[in-house]
């Protein structure tokens, strides 16, 4: 992985430490209105704004470390081939969210995991700087996506799939993260349980982010698939 320029961490750290400085204030609300509540309940709020933290990072992570400005990084653009494929998993994405919003909308969690461990979902950091490094694409396309200066539509993306695995870990379906385990999971062992409600509004979320994608995206595919 290239090491970030100069001019990259002067771009984005700003934004960085604005995103982490602002969630301390956001914690303290919580805690101070959730005082009149059971501490499991208390212990439940806490879990989930702390992963919700990881996942507003890996977002941040992801257009600091993958750099995808080739006339900033020197970076060699993605080929007409790349730009295709990667096109094809976002179509691909979005026929998994469809079949995962009606699982959700169940409370069918075994589905959706199954969905989540799919190489759309898995491998979509590596499709969104395919895209972003795209001739194929126009500047305002790139911009739309998400560029170094600014979050866009990919971040959206990654942030509601982040909240929706937040969820699954709470509520036991995913396992929790390891540098969370010991910190955050309720003693006798409350809160199991996912907020269905939250879920489907996360897989909803997540698939207008990847409609949005896909719109742009589909430029690069042959007539006959856009």
């Given at each position: 992985?290239?090491?970030?320029?100069?001019?990259?961490?002067?771009?984005?750290?700003?934004?960085?430490?604005?995103?982490?400085?602002?969630?301390?204030?956001?914690?303290?609300?919580?805690?101070?209105?959730?005082?009149?509540?059971?501490?499991?309940?208390?212990?439940?709020?806490?879990?989930?704004?702390?992963?919700?933290?990881?996942?507003?990072?890996?977002?941040?992570?992801?257009?600091?470390?993958?750099?995808?400005?080739?006339?900033?990084?020197?970076?060699?653009?993605?080929?007409?081939?790349?730009?295709?494929?990667?096109?094809?998993?976002?179509?691909?994405?979005?026929?998994?969210?469809?079949?995962?919003?009606?699982?959700?909308?169940?409370?069918?969690?075994?589905?959706?995991?199954?969905?989540?461990?799919?190489?759309?979902?898995?491998?979509?950091?590596?499709?969104a700087t395919t895209l972003v490094r795209s001739?194929?694409?126009?500047?305002?396309?790139?911009?739309?996506?998400?560029?170094?200066?600014?979050?866009?539509?990919?971040?959206?993306?990654?942030?509601?799939?982040?909240?929706?695995?937040?969820?699954?870990?709470?509520?036991?379906?995913?396992?929790?993260?390891?540098?969370?385990?010991?910190?955050?999971?309720?003693?006798?062992?409350?809160?199991?349980?996912?907020?269905?409600?939250?879920?489907?509004?996360?897989?909803?979320?997540?698939?207008?982010?990847?409609?949005?994608?896909?719109?742009?995206?589909?430029?690069?595919?042959?007539?006959?698939?856009?």
């Open positions: 992985m290239k090491t970030p320029s100069v001019l990259t961490i002067v771009l984005v750290l700003p934004m960085l430490a604005a995103a982490f400085l602002v969630r301390p204030v956001r914690q303290q609300r919580m805690r101070l209105s959730m005082s009149s509540f059971p501490s499991s309940s208390c212990a439940l709020a806490s879990r989930r704004a702390a992963l919700s933290g990881k996942v507003t990072a890996a977002a941040a992570s992801f257009f600091l470390l993958s750099n995808p400005t080739p006339a900033l990084a020197g970076v060699k653009p993605s080929t007409a081939e790349e730009s295709i494929k990667a096109a094809r998993e976002i179509k691909a994405g979005l026929k998994s969210l469809a079949e995962m919003q009606v699982a959700a909308s169940k409370a069918d969690w075994e589905t959706v995991k199954t969905l989540l461990s799919r190489p759309e979902f898995k491998n979509f950091d590596s499709t001739d194929l694409l126009t500047a305002e396309d790139k911009t739309s996506l998400g560029t170094i200066r600014r979050f866009g539509l990919t971040a959206d993306y990654i942030i509601m799939i982040g909240g929706l695995e937040t969820e699954l870990r709470v509520g036991g379906v995913l396992p929790p993260l390891k540098d969370a385990i010991e910190d955050l999971e309720d003693e006798e062992g409350n809160g199991k349980s996912v907020n269905r409600g939250e879920a489907v509004k996360f897989v909803k979320l997540a698939r207008g982010s990847l409609q949005e994608i896909d719109r742009i995206s589909s430029s690069v595919l042959p007539e006959g698939e856009q």
